[in-house]
């Protein structure tokens, strides 16, 4: 029942929509194709009206501007042919403007233009039959074409003003069409108005009340009030099949509401034991930093710190510092553990943070992880104690034994055969290397043992370019290579230690001329990051770079490429990725391309200024 009013009722509304909008398109149709064919019309009439004017202009210039001199002796007769086209184009307009003519006005002055015209064509079958070459005939000849152009001229603007008149009449009357046209438009949107207000306040308590009413009932459903089951209706239409429809939905909902709430139990307890199962301690946080949930080892760690109800105050920086760039801090060196004491014993632990998030985006949380590193630690610390004592412990005698081979050599203790000379020279060399490698030892164990204390300043990085630059200047010149810096302008200071940043350059330096073809430049570029936060220093070589299977291990220590002619014991790299870890920059190989190998060093730019001061 409530279909077949509904229906009935938009049936009226859209037949008389239909009507307005077919009465206004034939309306506008018709204004439009009369004012066109009008429009066209007088278009034609008026171009016919300038051709008439353009014809006599053109054949006057041609054939009577030459009369106004003497004939010469010798001289042509005008070719007629032009001539004969231009009277063609004049009668062909004569006859548009003569059929096109309507009123008495309008025919009498085409009369008039078509007998001047063809007083003028014949006009000039006498100058093309008889041509004049005397001077009074050319005059003559001249005063009468001056007098048949001047009737063409003013027949044809009095035929245009005729034809302007005309359409202004045709635009005034189609004015008039508009207006009546709008009225009647407008009479039956009125009345559609009318129907659509009559069918509103008839269907609205048919549809709206009952809609309303479901509304509410849905709004309780909304707060959680499932138990909520609407009464039967009364009177029975397609609305009333919404109500038993709502009821079996929140029946739905109550039995859906049950199985969530055992699922999530369900969740809770596997997430519980897979922490349980975890023996490191285990925080997660919400992004106030507050803890949300514990495994049982994170417990115990709390109790025996006293620490209770928070992360203990020695991570907070860092989770900090995580929350703020919404990015994990996920570290492998076993140097950058956080120290507790607990029960009067140092424990070593290295935190693992990283951000988490429900499938859709919804809630984000922060999970700590603490891994036991205390054994790790002892044993690094034994290793470094081991290289330092023994590397020292070479040290000692190895120089007395290079004393005494500089002696030998120097003939302080008698001269030596060729032989014994050669030999002598080996070992001095050898003892040489010996003794940089036992540098390098010792100061790979400073750095790593956090001994070598950092001078941290300010540092122009185009400075220290330059002072490696120097110092290898010998030894790219006997390579016959050239040593480039490119640097930007208003380059920002770095934070870092003058002197170690310098040893860093140094080693990516004497890398590069030592793997770099000869005769090829070596480029030391420095750019500031995008980030805003490092300055970028690349040193860049034309090498054969380093095979892909072996870029992951060129930092590690004692390493050294497939190159067997280069010197060195594979420290360089190594050293060189501990000082600039302990700027907290980063160190870097990127790919070969174009030929080109590039290792690259980013260091923090230098922030407060007045710090260092």
Known sequence: MLR??????????????????????????????????????????????????????????????????????????????????????????????????SGPRAEETVEHLSAACEDYISL????????????????????????????????????????????????????????????????????????????????????????VSLAHSIQEVKRGNFELSLPEPVVHNELSSLIPAFNEMALELRQRRREMDERLMHTNLQNRAVLTAIPAPVFVLNEDASIDQLNPAAEVFQARLGVSGRLPATLMPVLEDCIRHKRNFLPDDIREAALF????????????????????????????????????????????????????????????????LHLLLEGRTGGLTPIQQNMVGSARDDCERLLVTLKRLLDLVRVESGASQLQLRPVDLTESAERARQLFATVAEQRGCEIKIESEERLPPVSGDSVRLDEVIQNLLSNALKHGPADQPV??????????????????????GVPEELR???FDKFFRGPD????????????????????????????????????????PIARNLETYE
Do not use: C
């Open 4 to 101: 077949k009013r509904l229906l009935l009722a938009l049936s009226a509304l859209v037949i008389l929509l239909l009507g307005v909008g077919t009465a206004g398109l034939l309306l506008l149709r018709s204004a439009s194709t009369e004012f066109d064919s009008k429009l066209k019309q007088s278009t034609m009439l008026l171009n016919a009206e300038k051709r008439l004017r353009v014809v006599t202009s053109n054949v006057n210039t041609r054939y009577v501007a030459p009369l106004g001199f003497p004939f010469p002796e010798g001289g042509r007769v005008p070719d007629r042919r032009p001539f004969d086209d231009q009277a063609k184009d004049m009668r062909e307009a004569v006859q548009m403007l003569s059929r096109s003519s």
């Open 124 to 211: 000039y079958d006498d100058f093309f039959s008889h041509y004049p070459k005397e001077q009074p005939e050319r005059a003559a000849m001249i005063q009468n074409v001056s007098r048949l152009t001047g009737k063409i001229t003013d027949y044809s603007e009095t035929a245009g003003l005729l034809y302007e008149e005309q359409l202004a009449g045709t635009t005034s009357n189609l004015k008039a069409r508009s207006l009546d046209s709008t009225l009647f438009v407008f009479s039956l949107m009125v009345l559609g108005v009318v129907i659509a207000v009559l069918i509103y306040f008839h269907l609205a308590r048919a549809i709206v009340d009952p809609v």
């Open 341 to 404: 004491r607990i029960d009067e014993e140092e424990h070593y632990y290295l935190p693992r943070i990283f951000r988490f998030s429900a499938e859709k985006g919804e809630g984000v949380w922060w999970a700590v992880l603490l891994m036991d590193v205390t054994r790790f630690r002892w044993l690094d610390e034994m290793k470094t104690n081991l290289l330092a004592t023994v590397s020292h412990e070479i040290k000692t005698p190895l120089t007395g034994i290079r004393m005494v």
């Open 523 to 544: 480029v030391i570029r420095l750019v500031a990051r995008p980030d805003g936060r490092f300055v970028r220093l690349s040193v860049i070589d034309r090498g054969s």
């Open 552 to 554: 992951g291990r060129i």
């Open 564 to 603: 067997p002619k280069t010197d060195g014991v594979g420290l360089g790299l190594s050293i060189s990725r501990e000082i600039v870890l302990a700027h907290e920059g980063r160190i870097g190989l990127l790919d070969n391309q174009d030929g080109l190998t590039e290792f690259h060093v980013d260091l």
